[in-house]
Structure formats: C-alpha cells, structure tokens
C-alpha cells in the first residue's frame, strides 16, 4: 500500500514563506498526479494545485495562483508545494494526494492516496 508523509507546516507571519514537502513509500509508485488540497476549520477540502508526474503539467487554484508553486522529484517519489506571500485566509490543514486516473483534475474524489495532513497557520 502507497503511503504519503507530508512535512514543513508550521507558523508563520503573513507575508511569510513555507515550503511543504510529501514522500510516497511502499510498492511502485506510478501517479499520473499528484496534488496538495488544504481543509480550514468549518470549511471542507479544497483543491490548491496539481501537477502532472511524468510531464510537469500544472494547474493551481484561482486563490493561489502566483503565490504558490508545486514541483516534483521523481527520483525521490517527493513533490512539493511552495507557498509565498502567504496571508491568513492560507490556514488550514494541508493535505498531499496521488491519483493514478488520466487528467488533470481538481477534484478530491479523483485522488487514490492521500496523507495525514500538516497544520500551516499563519498569523496577521
């Protein structure tokens, strides 16, 4: 079974940057994408941004988009997700995900493994 760590949440200032990482493990890992979503208290899962494992294709949300940036390593079955300027409507859990159908797709239901989630809060 395909198991997801994220790292890198924490507290930070708005204004501020965090970088989140998450490693895949377990048997072969082939996604067709990967993506971050972010859940805030009250609210439910919201897409942030995917991107494509094989080609790097990108997609973000309207309410990221400039802000943040997704990449990925192959190599280490590792992807990423930079957040800049960051505000504190940004706050929320976040959660990295793999999905293995063909497209690029922003919805939640869509994504096969997910991680346990890490805390990113940022203050005003």
């Known amino acids: 079974q395909v198991q997801l760590v994220e790292s890198g949440g924490g507290l930070v200032q708005a204004g501020g940057s965090l970088l989140l990482s998450c490693a895949a493990s377990g048997p072969i890992f082939r996604p067709y994408r990967v993506a971050w979503f972010r859940q805030a208290p009250g609210k439910g899962r919201g897409f942030v941004a995917t991107?494509?494992?094989?080609?790097?294709?990108?997609a973000y949300a309207d309410s990221v988009k400039g802000r943040f940036t997704i990449s990925r390593d192959n190599a280490k079955e590792t992807w990423y997700l930079q957040m800049r300027s960051l505000k504190p409507d940004d706050t929320a859990v976040y959660y990295c995900a793999a999905g293995e159908r063909i497209g690029l797709n922003r919805e939640a239901r869509t994504y096969d493994y997910w991680g346990q989630g890490t805390q990113v809060t940022v203050s005003s």
């Open positions: 991107i494509t494992w094989t080609s790097g294709i990108t």
